[in-house]
């Protein structure tokens, strides 16, 4: 069965530190990879998708990136954080090879930004 | 408007209750329909997913979609405390430039009571 994994659990950063987040899958091959940020009240935001190593689609932030070194590894970064990246940072997969576009998510990282 | 509106609740009910959760959308392109279901400070678990219009049946779940309304539901049959929690619906498109993006909405918070 598959696990996905995400590391670590929770975080507490000084503005202007760097971030790296990483998320891993296990029991699949070649799955589609995403982060997604959930701030109180608003809601799931897509931050960025991977449908194979090296290839990385960008939503939304200016601060971070998103790396795919591995087949199933994930990494999030930031040079200098901001208040603002404060949220919670949900790593999940998906395998829609046969047209089903159902996403399994990680335990998450609770990140406080001070 | 957004893609994807849900009622953020809070809802709270009786142990037993039967719980109807809600959501509309406006992309006429989704097919596919998901229910989530997300504990306090873990990440979302998949807990329904249907294909285009119908009924399906889990257990004390059943989720609706109404592709004409453009309005699923997600019914919860004798509810039970252990159901309190935040519940996403979250939709894909399978053609276009949206392919295997899924749309959440906010999510309705529900505590169940004993």
């Known amino acids: 069965s598959q696990t996905i994994h995400q590391w670590p659990a929770t975080l507490v950063q000084p503005v202007g530190s760097p971030l790296s987040l990483e998320c891993t899958v296990e029991?699949?091959?070649?799955?589609?990879l995403y982060w997604y940020r959930q701030a109180a009240g608003r809601g799931l935001q897509l931050l960025f998708y991977?449908?194979?190593?090296?290839?990385i689609s960008s939503e939304v932030p200016q601060n971070l990136s998103a790396s795919r070194p591995q087949d199933r590894q994930f990494i999030l970064s930031s040079k200098k954080l901001l208040l603002s990246d404060s949220g919670f940072y949900l790593c999940?997969?998906?395998?829609?090879?046969?047209?089903?576009?159902?996403?399994?998510f990680g335990p998450g990282t609770r990140l406080t930004v001070t | 408007q957004k893609e994807v509106e849900q009622d953020p609740g809070p809802l709270s009910v009786p142990e037993g209750a039967i719980v109807s959760l809600n959501c509309t959308y406006s992309?006429?392109?989704?097919?596919?329909f998901m229910w989530y279901r997300q504990y306090s400070r873990k990440g979302p678990e998949l807990l329904m997913y249907t294909y285009s219009s119908g009924n399906k049946e889990d257990g004390r779940f059943t989720a609706q979609v109404d592709k004409s309304s453009k309005y699923i539901s997600l019914f919860i049959r004798d509810s039970q405390p252990s159901d309190s929690a935040t519940y996403l619906c979250a939709m894909s498109a399978t053609r276009g430039s949206t392919l295997g993006r899924l749309y959440f909405g906010r999510g309705t918070q529900l505590t169940v009571w004993p």
């Open positions: 999940a997969w998906s395998g829609d090879r046969s047209g089903r576009y159902e996403q399994y």
């Open positions: 992309n006429s392109a989704f097919q596919y």
């Open positions: 029991g699949t091959s070649n799955p589609n």
């Open positions: 991977s449908v194979g190593i090296g290839q």
